[in-house]
């Protein structure tokens, strides 16, 4: 597991972007942080009679790779708002900043050092943090895979939300969609907790088929030992499982503004499948478009957008979100 006690030299450039500080000035703004201790405080606002903001305080941060269209930061500064609370989110876009995967270990000791008090984390990074924790979730220890991270008292503790976001969402948008034969695109990050997902959704047979063959047996393998071996197949023919699949979820980022096009041929697709993306920047993939263009049901990343940062608030703050009041907000940012 992962060691603080390294203290590489951060460049003041990555600091400088994340919004804190401006390169040879003051920090741009300043921010009382009490942290989840401030929590207890019986000071804190509750109740509809009170409009003025507590004294609770959180800095919170995404990094990923071409995240500047995220609705993250917003979903989470208006909640904090309607709970009479302060939140600061920073997007840490390792594209804007020419950083690869590789910076990681530097950006974590850098949010440590400014207070930060939890970060999310997103493509290509879910898998790569791993290590670089000091305790995992059981869901997280499970899927290999990192989307929410605490930093509190000098240790990162890995969760991950990706997994209830997904199943929440499709419990919600497409309750009585067949889940007998799904097709499943992708194996990273992202795509072990959308799997998890499925077979608690009660997915009977999934069908995982990445470009990459050994992740997706990887991912395959953990969910056998927890499902069974006989619901679970990876890889195999694209077109034969697809045309006997009932539903397809692409958690690959093609599609992604970053990462545009189709994640499989648009011939494949039939209007008895239905089509689950993951991606909500932009929300009409290409995938989308063409499933809709021939009839198919179709869930966008919408509700899976919303409720993982509802259950990523949850743990950050300590407090309840209102999922449908973050649901409606996320709608009305267009």
Same mark, same amino acid.
């Given at each position: 597991?992962? !060691?603080t006690?390294?203290?590489p030299?951060?460049?003041?450039?990555?600091?400088?972007?994340?919004?804190?500080?401006e390169?040879?000035?003051?920090?741009s703004?300043? +921010?009382?942080?009490?942290?989840f201790?401030a929590? !207890?405080?019986?000071?804190?606002c509750?109740?509809?009679g009170n409009h003025?903001? !507590?004294d609770?305080?959180?800095?919170?941060?995404l990094?990923g790779e071409?995240i500047q269209?995220s609705?993250?930061?917003a979903?989470?500064e208006?909640?904090?708002?309607a709970q009479h609370m302060r939140a600061?989110?920073?997007?840490?876009?390792?594209?804007?900043?020419?950083?690869?995967?590789?910076?990681?270990p530097?950006?974590l +000791?850098s949010a440590e050092?400014?207070?930060?008090n939890?970060l999310?984390i997103?493509?290509p990074?879910?898998?790569?943090?791993v290590?670089?924790l000091?305790?995992?979730s059981?869901e997280a =220890?499970?899927?290999?895979?990192v989307n929410t991270?605490?930093?509190?008292d000098?240790?990162r503790? %890995?969760?991950? *939300?990706? &997994?209830l976001?997904?199943a929440?969402s499709?419990?919600?948008?497409?309750?009585?969609a067949?889940?007998g =034969?799904v097709v499943?695109?992708g194996?990273g990050?992202a795509?072990?907790a959308?799997a998890?997902a499925?077979?608690?959704?009660?997915?009977?047979?999934? *069908?995982i088929?990445?470009?990459d063959a050994a992740r997706a047996?990887?991912v395959?393998?953990g969910l056998?030992? =927890?499902f069974?071996?006989r619901r679970?197949?990876a890889n195999?023919?694209l077109?034969?499982?697809v045309?006997?699949?009932?539903?397809?979820i692409n958690t690959?980022?093609?599609?992604m503004? !970053?990462h545009?096009?189709?994640?499989?041929p648009?011939a494949?697709l039939?209007?008895?499948? &239905?089509?689950?993306e993951i991606?909500?920047f932009?929300l009409?993939?290409?995938?989308?478009?063409q499933a809709r263009?021939?009839?198919c049901?179709?869930?966008?990343g919408?509700?899976?957008a919303?409720?993982q940062a509802a259950?990523?608030?949850?743990l950050? *703050?300590?407090?309840?979100?209102?999922?449908d009041r973050?649901?409606?907000?996320?709608?009305?940012? %267009?």
């Open positions: 597991m992962a !060691s006690s390294a203290k030299n951060v460049p003041r450039l990555v600091i400088a972007i994340m919004g804190l500080t390169l040879g000035g003051p920090p703004y300043s +921010v009382r942080l009490t942290g201790e929590l !207890s405080d019986e000071t804190a509750h109740g509809a003025y903001m !507590s609770v305080a959180f800095l919170l941060g990094i071409g269209a609705r993250t930061p979903m989470h208006q909640e904090a708002r600061i989110y920073r997007l840490i876009d390792m594209h804007k900043l020419g950083l690869g995967v590789e910076s990681l530097e950006l +000791v050092r400014m207070d930060f939890g999310n997103t493509h990074c879910k898998q790569a943090v290590p670089l000091h305790e995992l059981p =220890r499970a899927l290999n895979a991270v605490l930093l509190r000098g240790r503790t %890995g969760h991950n *939300t990706d &997994w976001g997904f929440d499709f419990r919600r948008f497409m309750p009585d067949s889940r =034969r499943q695109l194996a990050g795509g072990s959308v998890y499925a077979m608690t959704l009660g997915v009977q047979q999934l *069908t088929i990445d470009i047996a990887a395959t393998e056998r030992m =927890r069974g071996d679970i197949v195999g023919d077109a034969d499982a045309a006997k699949a009932d539903g397809l690959t980022p093609m599609g503004a !970053s545009p096009g189709l994640p499989l648009a494949l039939r209007p008895e499948l &239905w089509v689950a991606v909500y932009p009409q993939t290409a995938l989308l478009e263009a021939i009839g049901r179709t869930l966008d919408t509700g899976m919303v409720f259950a990523a608030f949850r950050f *703050t300590g407090r309840e979100p209102d999922a973050m649901l409606r907000h996320f709608r009305n940012m %267009g």
